[in-house]
Each structure stands twice: as structure tokens, then as C-alpha cells.
């Protein structure tokens, strides 16, 4: 089944150490896309890319740093400087081209730190 | 900057009846791309429908289907015979599109309504 799997998807982790959230695609995406999710609020842009070893930040990107080695993959890092870790993740795909722009969704990664 | 509104924070329906669900937004853009998403309980994202702002037809899928009014920016979805399973958070995005059509990046998500479906 074609998809995108995000792993793990609940994540626990001390103040002050970094985290890696796992986001893979094997739909043939071209753009890859993280989110955050707080409660009460829509989802915000923290980082996308296009193609591989590109990538831009988005709405809220400090304190975040992504990489894009493979088309496949997409991994999030929380570093401790972002001061309010705690949320749920949510990262995307899609095609980059005037085919289609529809943004599929994983399904996401809970982070709580403590 | 684009701008998502959500006025309703909360709506419920019973079942089998018709609910409407309410989105405005803000952009000088003319060409872009609007969305419904549904996020049930399990918190997985899913795309209801979608509209192509250049296209005066609004958009149905099944049982949803949207009222856009692009002078008004407008863009409400109403859901017909409403079921159990429709009980979610309902999310209305934005995308502005490329000059060569496709996305020009993220979306721009409203802050969502939570829809409860009574039996």
C-alpha cells in the first residue's frame, strides 16, 4: 500500500535533549511538508521541500532543522531550542508540478516533553 | 499575508440531517486552491474536497459539497445525510497556486470546527 508512515507515534523526551521524528513516503512525492498541531489551533508550516537536498522554512521554523538526503524521506528535528516542544507533528506529501497538488497526510507523531 | 476563518467553533448536527460549516479568507492572490479536511479522533488527516478557484462550479464529492464565492471569499461546506462517522474536526485550507499551476507551498489552515453527530 502506498502511504506515508510516520514513526513513532507517541515520543517522550527530557527538556533540553533533541528528538528526531521519522516521516517516509513511497507515493513518488516530490514535495515533502512537517506541521504542527497545538490544541485549539489549525496546523502550521514548520518546514517543506521540493526535492531532495532543498529545503525551506516555514512559519515557525526556529528551533526545528529538517534534512532531504532521500525523496523518501523527511526527517524532523526538535532541537531544545524550541521553547514549547510539546505538540502534535503532522508531515505531508505531494507532487510538485501542475498534475496535482493535493497534500496527503501521515498519521502524525505525539511528542510530549517533560 | 493569507488568512483562514473559522467562525464556528463547535456545531452539532443529528444524524441524517444537513449541516453547513463556515469559511472566509483573506488573500490579494486570484489563482489558488481551497480545501475541507476532516481529522476524526485518530487524529489522521483526511482531504474531504477540494476547489479550484478559477472554476465557477462548486466542488461535490458524495455527500459534501461546497458553497464558494470567490467575491465574498467565501468557501462553506455543507454535509447532506450526516452520519455518525462524520464526527471530526473539520479544517478549511488555503494553498496559493504557482503561476504554472500546481502548489506554491503550504497550506493555510483555519483553526477548524468540531463537528458532533447525534444519533
Known amino acids: 500500500d502506498g502511504g506515508i508512515t510516520q514513526s513513532p507515534k507517541y515520543l517522550f523526551r527530557k527538556e533540553g535533549q533533541n528528538v528526531t521524528l521519522s516521516c517516509e513516503q513511497n507515493?513518488?512525492?516530490?514535495?515533502m511538508y512537517w506541521y504542527r498541531q497545538d490544541p485549539g489551533q489549525g496546523l502550521r508550516l514548520i518546514y517543506y521541500s521540493q526535492i531532495v537536498n532543498d529545503f525551506q522554512k516555514g512559519d515557525i521554523a526556529e528551533g526545528y532543522s529538517v534534512s532531504r538526503e532521500k525523496k523518501e524521506s523527511f526527517p524532523l528535528t526538535v532541537t531544545s531550542a524550541q521553547k514549547n516542544p510539546t505538540a502534535f507533528y503532522l508531515c505531508a506529501s505531494s507532487m510538485w508540478d501542475s498534475s496535482s497538488y493535493e497534500q496527503y497526510f501521515g498519521p502524525g507523531t505525539r511528542l510530549t516533553v517533560t | 499575508a493569507q488568512t483562514v476563518t473559522q467562525s464556528q467553533p463547535e456545531m452539532s448536527v443529528q444524524e441524517a440531517e444537513t449541516v453547513t460549516l463556515s469559511c472566509t479568507y483573506d488573500?490579494?492572490?486570484?489563482?489558488?486552491?481551497l480545501f475541507w479536511y476532516k481529522q476524526p479522533p485518530s487524529r489522521q488527516m483526511i482531504l474531504v474536497i477540494r476547489?479550484?478557484?478559477?472554476?465557477?462550479q462548486n466542488a461535490t464529492e458524495n455527500r459534501f459539497s461546497v458553497n464558494f464565492q470567490k467575491a465574498a471569499k467565501s468557501f462553506s461546506l455543507k454535509i447532506s445525510d450526516s452520519q455518525l462517522g462524520d464526527t471530526a474536526m473539520y479544517f478549511c485550507a488555503f494553498m496559493t497556486a504557482s503561476n504554472y499551476g500546481g502548489s506554491q507551498g503550504n497550506l493555510i489552515f483555519g483553526k477548524g470546527t468540531k463537528l458532533s453527530v447525534k444519533p
Open positions: 476547489q479550484e478557484a478559477y472554476k465557477q
Open positions: 507515493l513518488n512525492h516530490d514535495a
Open positions: 488573500t490579494s492572490e486570484n489563482n489558488y486552491y
